[in-house]
């Protein structure tokens, strides 16, 4: 074979030869499978490389010894660059030259002197760039062949080598060759011919077969050269959008990935898989579509959306550089961002995106940088708002696309007015905060809570607070503990005592409003049950663990709003919340409550006014004995032993 040749020839002349005939051979690039070639020319001249280094001294082939001593290899791959160089396939240069860079400095060593070292990656460079620059010198290697040749090489190219890459040409083909092309994800466009291989079953269950064409097209795409390297690809653009001179090429490319991942959702629709919710899919979807066909799918969307991620942080790294900051183009570029993390949201509320650095980085940065014109924020939620605000979607697609915007919509709360925070965050999240026990929904659920927080903690927007609060208070009291989560429903608590709380607009209005809370959730907590949640969390605060009940989760909603309670509120509260404390029937649970108690005292977090008052209530109101000791001095001196054999702070 061409490999076993290149290792054991030592004539310059013939490995010129064998080099030049392997980059202009009819037999060899007259394949049907232009990729496939180039991958092949690229394997041979990199196992070539591998197996020289290896074979430093003498080798045995076909039993007769031949000795290379009087060759070295350098020289060997001088000979074999000679070659490439005078070949008449100039288009193709650039695939030997990545795969000799590629073998010749793997297993963590070069192999050959630093000055070839310097010459082939010399050589490599000039070969890309020309190819980048002129049509005619690619004229018999695609844009995508070009781009994996590149991409093999580039891991294996020092800095200085990488710099001097034709980044603002490379970019962009890049891009286009993984979104569009053959090799690549091809527009999403696979997606949608799933439909019609979708078909019911036994069990009425539905069926996507792994001998079915769209199946047999996943399997291609999956294992397409550019989707296997899509983690290099994603690299290799991350360090184009550094370099890149050009910020028309930085716009361009945020506009092809949101086109892209406009058209992933839309060929999404497009297939019955897209009806089935992924809680629902055991129900519904047959077992070889379960263990088969769908995880394949997931895995080529998911590999996508990272990709599309990782290129996006660099993008957002760059938009936030000191030479990249322009400000009419910052506000349309995140709103670029956002609606590509948009598209791809059906993909990633499958993930746990806020485990994600990279995804919390971009989607947040974004939110910033438009969060600073009002304008713009108000136009881009009024584009992306549910297409029928106040009805529940019965699609999951746009059930998806409602979570991405609650979600987002709550970072903006603080900057529209009331009017548009009415019809567009409060009209978006209304039907949510209802959802009869739909399990499908808790996530929308609680993302519709969290909106609903915010818009009524804006300060501009008293007079809506105003008249929501009511209703909202209502809504959580009666999805407690059901369907909102205990950190969720102390959270929620703890803002509306601060939203009726001095000196906000609703506590002029309805003074008595705060205390109608409090005595509400005294109220439930007397008829609460003390066994644990269904499915609760651990409690783990202060290096305790205990399964949290319903009373606990009420006793700490009301210690954490201690410290927004006005003045005389707060004085007759204090040996409330303390009684509630000591009336925990768990005893992890009662000593967890009483070290939060401490911590919202000792932390720092009320105001002068309110600390003072804690001290005189600890010090000389008795607060000290009927938190240690309980309401009765019997047994005080154990509770607080033991409380000091936990470790604890009190």
Wanted: glycine residues 6%; hydrophobic residues 45%.
């Amino acid at each position: 074979s061409a490999t076993d040749l290149f290792a054991l020839l030592s004539n310059p002349s013939n490995l010129s030869l064998l080099a030049s005939q392997i980059l202009s051979a009819p037999a060899i690039w007259t394949s049907a499978s232009h990729l496939e070639t180039v991958v092949r020319v690229i394997n041979v001249f990199t196992s070539a490389s591998i197996r020289r280094i290896q074979r430093q001294s003498t080798v045995q082939y076909q039993g007769s010894l031949i000795s290379q001593r009087n060759i070295s290899t350098g020289d060997w791959v001088a000979a074999v660059i000679s070659g490439i160089d005078g070949g008449e396939s100039q288009s193709r240069q650039v695939l030997a030259f990545a795969g000799l860079l590629q073998g010749c400095s793997g297993q963590g060593q070069r192999g050959i002197p630093v000055g070839v070292h310097s010459k082939l990656q010399n050589s490599l460079v000039k070969a890309a760039n020309l190819s980048l620059l002129n049509d005619s010198w690619r004229s018999s290697i695609t844009d995508s062949g070009l781009v994996i040749a590149i991409t093999v090489a580039f891991e294996s190219l020092d800095r200085h080598a990488k710099n001097l890459l034709n980044h603002d040409l490379l970019l962009p083909m890049l891009i286009s060759s993984v979104l569009s092309s053959e090799s690549g994800l091809r527009q999403g466009y696979f997606l949608s011919t799933i439909d019609v291989d979708v078909a019911e079953g036994v069990g009425k269950k539905f069926h996507w077969s792994t001998s079915s064409q769209s199946y047999r097209q996943l399997l291609s795409v999956a294992s397409g050269p550019l989707v296997t390297a899509l983690g290099r690809l994603s690299r290799l653009a991350a360090y184009a959008i550094e370099q890149t001179k050009g910020q028309m090429v930085l716009q361009r490319l945020l506009q092809d990935l949101c086109e892209f991942a406009r058209s992933l959702s839309i060929q999404w629709r497009q297939n019955k898989l897209s009806e089935i919710d992924a809680s629902e899919e055991r129900m519904f979807l047959s077992d070889e579509t379960l263990r088969i066909s769908l995880p394949l799918l997931w895995r080529v969307l998911r590999t996508s959306s990272f990709a599309i991620v990782v290129v996006l942080t660099a993008c957002m790294g760059r938009l936030l550089s000191s030479d990249f900051k322009v400000k009419h183009d910052a506000p349309s570029s995140a709103i670029l961002v956002l609606k590509t993390l948009r598209h791809i949201s059906f993909i990633t509320s499958r993930l746990r995106t806020d485990m994600l650095s990279h995804y919390s980085f971009v989607y947040l940065t974004a939110i910033d940088i438009l969060s600073r014109c009002p304008k713009d924020a108000e136009q881009f939620l009024t584009e992306i708002q549910p297409f029928k605000s106040g009805q529940i979607p019965q699609h999951p697609l746009d059930r998806s696309m409602d979570l991405y915007f609650l979600n987002t919509a709550e970072h903006f709360a603080p900057v529209l007015d009331s009017k548009m925070a009415a019809e567009l965050l409060i009209l978006a999240a209304s039907p949510y905060l209802n959802i009869d026990g739909d399990s499908r929904l808790i996530g929308l659920f609680e993302a519709a809570h969290s909106v609903m927080l915010a818009v009524l903690a804006t300060p501009h927007n008293g007079e809506l607070a105003l008249s929501r609060v009511e209703p909202y208070f209502k809504f959580l009291f009666q999805a407690f503990p059901q369907l909102i989560s205990p950190r969720q429903f102390r959270f929620a608590v703890k803002q509306l005592i601060q939203i009726a709380s001095p000196p906000s607009f609703i506590s002029r209005q309805q003074p008595i409003l705060c205390s109608i809370i409090l005595e509400v959730l005294y109220a439930r907590f007397r008829n609460a049950s003390s066994q644990p949640l269904p499915g609760s969390p651990i409690v783990e605060n202060f290096g305790h663990g205990a399964p949290i009940s319903e009373e606990g989760v009420l006793v700490l909603a009301l210690i954490d709003s201690l410290p927004y309670l006005p003045l005389d509120i707060l004085e007759d509260w204090l040996p409330i919340a303390v009684r509630c404390v000591h009336s925990i029937q768990e005893p992890t649970l009662q000593h967890t409550a009483i070290q939060r108690f401490w911590e919202v005292l000792t932390n720092g977090g009320m105001d002068v006014d309110r600390a003072a008052l804690c001290v005189t209530w600890w010090g000389t109101r008795g607060g000290r004995e009927i938190l240690l000791y309980g309401t009765e001095a019997a047994g005080g001196e154990a509770l607080i032993s033991s409380v000091h054999n936990k470790g604890s702070k009190v």
